[in-house]
Nanobody, 113 residues
Framework: VQLQASGGGLVQAGGSLKLSCLAS????????MGWYRQAPGKQREVVAS??????NYGDSVKGRFTISRDSAKNTVYLQMNSLRPGDTGVYYC?????????WGQGTQVTVSS
């Protein structure tokens, strides 16, 4: 499975961005997908994810971020609203399935105050 993340950039606090993650390859084996982020000097953390029929969000993004998917396009999105400087980091797409897990290359999100 290959994952291509895009949509990052520089935005002012309070602004919005929408990230996209295009999956290709043996996607029939994928059972869940999600977004993670890593800020400088911090551990990678989950932002939002699908797993089976459930959707989960990190506490710091609840009510501001929305994960969605377009199965026909093999794409998962992350709509990020009311962005804060603390949301700055590299955002990674991850897929999990029967054959293992896979990471995309990451896309930088920078929120200025």
């Amino acid at each position: 499975v290959q994952l291509q993340a895009s949509g990052g950039g520089l935005v002012q606090a309070g602004g919005s961005l929408k990230l996209s993650c295009l999956a290709s390859g043996n996607i029939v084996s994928v059972r869940g997908m999600g977004w993670y982020r890593q800020a400088p000097g911090k551990q990678r953390e989950v932002v939002a994810s699908f797993n089976g029929g459930s959707t989960n969000y990190g506490d710091s993004v609840k009510g501001r971020f929305t994960i969605s998917r377009d199965s026909a396009k093999n794409t998962v999105y992350l709509q990020m609203n009311s962005l804060r400087p603390g949301d700055t980091g590299v955002y990674y797409c991850k897929a999990v399935g029967l054959l293992g897990s896979w990471w995309g290359q990451g896309t930088q999100v920078t929120v200025s105050s």
